[in-house]
């Protein structure tokens, strides 16, 4: 048997070349694997019956609530849980503290305290001056009026409600109708100017003075409104507007009053 032997020697320039080659193997494997690990971070993350978080804001795909959760999206809609409470204010004629006892489903008692808007009704105050008579006047004087000023102004309702459940419309809307009774109280400082047209010392006419007044008055209200419920804290929202009638100091006299408001509801 013969057995034949080759030499063959590598010049530098073929280290180069298979040095390169070798480089070239390790970046293609750690560029395949970098990506691996880019692809898997972003695969979508599945939630709630296998659907990806984006499949659930692109198509608004919100999950239904029921039981004891539901009374952080809308407080008033179930009814094995009445009766409710609900406390807030009110903005408008008058601005009060308001409290509303939810008995049931359809039933409500509302309880107001607060402040009229004085501001509207300055017109009909500066009216009423003329009601007023001092019992000092002499015979042939007059009283001119210059201004005056509200000193306070408390108003006091109570009022039950018929609420009318509106979710085809829109869920946690309602629509009530009711009414009520009310209590004002005002107390007003007028300040005015005395004449005495026959006083033979002119020096002394013009004299301005000042005397209070005070104004409490009641009767009944009628009220129509909507309210809505349907939001992620346990509130209400709601629009009312109010028809009063005196039956006191101006038997008769009527004026619209409403605002709006908010309460925390438990």
């Known amino acids: 048997m013969i057995q034949l032997s080759f030499s063959h020697a590598v010049t530098p320039g073929q280290k180069v070349i298979f040095a390169l080659m070798q480089f070239r193997k390790t970046l ?5 694997c970098l990506l691996s690990v880019s692809v898997m971070a972003q695969r979508p993350r599945v939630h709630n019956g296998g659907k990806s978080v984006y499949t659930q804001k692109r198509f608004n795909n919100n999950p239904r609530v029921r039981g004891a959760k539901a009374k952080t999206i ?65 015979q042939g004087a007059e009283l001119k009026y210059l201004t005056h000023q509200v000193k306070s102004d408390l108003i006091g309702e109570l009022k039950v409600l018929y609420q009318i459940d509106a979710t085809v419309v829109s869920p946690g809307l309602q629509f009530y109708i009711g009414a009520g009774w009310q209590w004002k109280n005002t107390k007003i400082s007028y300040d005015y100017t005395y004449n005495e047209p026959d006083n033979p010392n002119p020096s002394s006419d013009n004299t301005i003075g000042t005397f ?42 009527s004026r619209v009053e409403g605002g709006v408001g908010l309460r925390y509801v438990f």
């Open 28 to 32: 293609t494997v750690s560029v395949f």
């Open 74 to 138: 809308c407080p008033i809609f179930e009814r094995s849980k009445y009766p409710y409470f609900g406390l807030g204010v009110k903005l408008g004629d008058p601005f009060a503290f308001t409290f509303k006892y939810y008995a049931s489903k359809h039933w409500a008692f509302v309880g107001d305290i607060g402040k009229p808007a004085s501001g509207l009704y300055n017109r009909y105050f500066r009216d009423k001056f003329n009601d007023y008579q001092l019992d000092t006047l002499s």
């Open 212 to 253: 209070k007044a005070n104004r409490f008055t009641q009767g009944p209200q009628a009220v129509v409104g909507i309210e809505y419920s349907y939001f992620q804290l346990p509130i209400s929202a709601f629009m009312e507007l109010e028809y009063f009638s005196d039956i006191q100091l101006d038997p008769g006299k």
